[in-house]
């Protein structure tokens, strides 16, 4: 909907209606209209900040959320916190986890000043294009109901849901595993593998 707003197919305004707000959109010939919110639960809503959050750098935030966004999946009622790219601040370090059990991102962003906050930031994959206009240092942490994301630009606020994520200790235990063989490479020549062998699989698939 968002791009088709950009790319002008969709005209869409919200309106204070009554005791809502309302949606009116136009594509075409075609016109209507749908609730967004009730003004009671945007009135009720807390923006406050959590009592602790954790700093990142606002370009390391968004590169690592572009990178693990790749690994998340789509849609996952199952497992639910498999959706969500995890910044973890444990024991002065952050960690940023995504995973749809197939294939797993693991990073660890430079962190100047280490951090006494522990907690695990969910970002869901859908706010990666916001966490783009952030600048500065961008503020983490969570409440008992959402987690918090904020910079001097915007602030975003994501519900917390019913699951849990691995430990930073299970993720570690993961990774500590040593392949019986190992080769390092170029890594520009294996990137230009790599699109060339997908662009060859994916040859009159359409």
């Known amino acids: 909907t968002a791009e088709a707003c950009r790319n002008g197919e969709i005209t869409l305004e919200i309106i204070p209606t009554g005791e809502a707000l309302m949606c009116h959109f136009k594509s075409g010939r075609r016109r209507g209209k749908f609730p967004a919110m ?10 406050s900040a959590p009592e602790q959050t954790f700093k990142m750098k606002s370009l390391d935030v968004y590169q690592h959320a572009k990178a693990a966004a790749e690994f998340t999946a789509k849609d996952d009622i199952a497992r639910p916190s498999f959706e969500y790219i995890h910044f973890i601040s444990e024991a002065g370090a952050i960690h940023v986890v995504a995973t749809d ?21 969910w970002v869901k994959k859908n706010t990666v294009a916001i966490l783009k206009e952030m600048t500065g240092f961008v503020d983490l942490g969570v409440t008992d109901e959402y987690n918090y994301i904020s910079s001097e630009e915007c602030c975003v606020k994501i519900r917390k849901i019913d699951a849990k994520f691995m430990t930073v200790e299970q993720l570690r235990s993961v990774f500590a595993y040593k392949p019986e063989f190992k080769q390092e490479i170029n890594l520009k020549e294996f990137l230009n593998d790599v699109g060339d062998a997908s662009l060859f699989s994916t040859r009159g698939t359409s």
């Open 38 to 47: 009730e003004l009671s639960e945007m009135v009720s809503m807390d923006f």
């Open 101 to 121: 059990a197939h294939s797993m991102y693991f990073g660890k962003p430079h962190v100047d000043v280490p951090t006494e906050v522990e907690c695990d930031v």
